[in-house]
């Protein structure tokens, strides 16, 4: 028989021997058994299989995004892939539940036989978020410690070599950009959304102006949350502009995605923008799933710990909180809503366009 067909059993297959053997609390070496270190080990190396999973899945993404005609077959693997990241998160989020039912006195048991271990020291979660885009520049450190410093020389080196790469971000924006769409046989969409701003802007002021339902105070309230074309339209309707939050890094991704990214967004009905659409979309929820759970973990680390310092010897839930406010990758993908218009203002798409983004079939 062929060795690729024969037969295995359950636990050598799972190499459950390792696998179960790998729980060795600390407090038990020391003759001080604590219950719940059990717990918290379990916890956490589920948490790192957890991270091997999303990196499988990132990394695959991220080859097909490599190449400079990416096949539009692979934007449905990408979705699906991006899809079963989403489901970990909130298995990652959920598993706060348990971690929680832990009291801080059970911790007090075996916290002091940590030191100085700590969640800073997950590679593997450092890789995900360095794949997906967070550069060294953007991250909260402490102690003026490099976050890489922490770990093997092998491992600096990868990351080193990660970062200089293109993460997920930059493989989106370069998709983005070769989105063939903004200008079309005459159908100029940078042209045309400007327009449509324009004049949805000088109907709505002209509407607040003239109602007699409102008083000057409600006036004024409404024209602000209209805004202009020099409040947070500008960044889209002045490229100079925008450009210059780009290399202030205010702004990640460069003009023409972003516009390609906004017309995606408006269009998203559009047969062929749909899975483009949900691309996008599932970026931004991965990004927003981060968010939440760096935010349960800070949650729970002041339930634990109160403003203790972390064993690492981070300022502990100070710390978390602030990674959780700033660590944000798809911040670009997030403000797009800002620059969204009714449907009613949407310029009309060409005949010509609306037949190369949907699906047309002739007949005999």
């Known amino acids: 028989m062929s060795k690729k067909y024969s037969s295995i059993h359950y636990n050598d297959y799972l190499q459950l021997g390792k696998v179960l053997d790998s729980q060795h609390p ?8 604590a219950h719940d270190e059990m717990l918290f080990i379990i916890i956490h190396q589920v948490y790192e299989l ?20 990416l096949d539009e077959r692979n934007v449905g693997i990408a979705v699906a892939r991006f899809e079963r990241i989403i489901e970990i998160q909130k298995i990652l989020i959920d598993q706060i539940k348990v971690l929680e039912t832990m009291t801080p006195l059970d911790f007090l048991d075996f916290r002091n036989y940590l030191l100085p271990a700590s969640g800073f020291q997950s590679y593997q979660f450092r890789v995900v978020e360095v794949a997906l885009g967070l ?14 410093s922490v770990f093997t020389e092998e491992q600096q080196k990868y990351l080193n070599d990660l970062e200089s790469g293109k993460s997920m971000l930059e493989l989106v924006e370069a998709w983005l950009e070769r989105t063939p769409f903004l200008s079309f046989k005459g159908f100029d969409f940078h042209e045309k959304y400007k327009s449509a701003v324009k004049s949805m802007i000088d109907r709505e002021k002209t509407a607040i102006a003239d109602t007699g339902y ?63 659409y949900l691309l996008l979309t599932r970026l931004v929820e991965i990004d927003e799933l981060f968010t939440t759970w760096r935010y349960r973990h800070a949650q729970m680390v002041m339930r634990m710990l109160g403003r203790k310092i972390g064993t690492g010897g981070s300022s502990g839930h100070k710390y978390l909180k602030e990674t959780a406010e700033r660590h944000t990758i798809f911040l670009d993908l997030q403000n797009i809503s800002t620059l969204m218009i009714p449907r009613q203002d949407l310029p009309e798409l060409p005949e010509d366009l609306k037949k190369q983004l949907g699906f047309y079939y002739s007949t005999r």
């Open 26 to 33: 600390r407090s038990t070496e020391f003759g001080e058994e």
């Open 135 to 148: 550069k060294r520049q953007g991250r909260i450190t402490y102690n003026k410690t490099v976050y890489s």
């Open 50 to 69: 957890w991270f091997k999973e999303i990196i499988h899945d990132l990394t695959s993404v991220m080859r097909m995004f490599e190449t400079d005609s």
């Open 214 to 276: 409102l008083s000057e105070k409600e006036k004024d309230l409404r024209l602000k949350m209209i805004g202009d074309t020099d409040t947070y339209f500008h960044s889209v309707l002045d490229e100079a502009f925008h450009n210059e939050k780009v290399k202030k890094g205010e702004l990640a991704l460069s003009y023409n995605a972003t516009m390609a990214a906004l017309l995606i967004n408006l269009y998203r009905d559009e047969p062929i923008l749909r899975m483009p």
